[in-house]
């Protein structure tokens, strides 16, 4: 939580409405330290209702763990985010031809294990550090944030 909170890293990042609610139950100060970061205007936090949306709420399937659900739930809101930016950038301009992209950061490595095979975008907390961090004041790209330790 530390580095997004730097005022030099980490603008335009989308948090899930699924990812604030795991926050939530696992640290409270850690969920108003984020609510905070959506509240600061410099930094453009975002919270996206996924859970409400018909295209990215994810039912749990039978035998599935809330954790797994959860992951499916982040992985189809950045899937269905990237062909919804790329649709409204299209339809906006004909001569833009850069699309903004929106990347998972998650650090539970089966999360990004399956996200890599689906073609989502998706990197770790600390690869991302190591690039990231100098696009990150670029307003053309945007992050769907979910921390978790590795497994």
């Known amino acids: 939580m530390d580095l997004f909170e730097v005022e030099t890293a980490f603008h335009d990042v989308i948090v899930l409405q699924t990812v604030l609610e795991e926050v939530k139950n696992r640290s409270l100060p850690l969920y108003h330290r984020l609510i905070s970061l959506t509240k600061n205007e410099s930094k453009r936090f975002y919270v996206f209702f996924n859970e409400f ?34 649709q409204a950038v299209k339809l906006r301009s004909k001569m833009q031809t850069r699309v903004p992209s929106v990347v998972m950061i998650t650090d539970d490595r089966d999360c990004l294990r399956k996200a890599k095979a689906e073609n989502i975008p998706s990197n770790t907390r600390e690869s991302h550090k190591g690039h990231g961090l100098a696009r990150a004041n670029v307003n053309s790209r945007g992050f769907c944030c979910r921390l978790r330790k590795c497994r």
Do not use: C, F, L, M
């Not at 039978?62 to 954790?67: K, Q, V």
């Open 53 to 86: 949306r018909q295209e990215t709420h994810v039912p749990r399937n039978a035998g599935e763990s809330i954790n797994d659900r959860n992951d499916r739930a982040v992985r189809k809101a950045v899937e269905w985010y990237n062909q919804h930016i790329s």
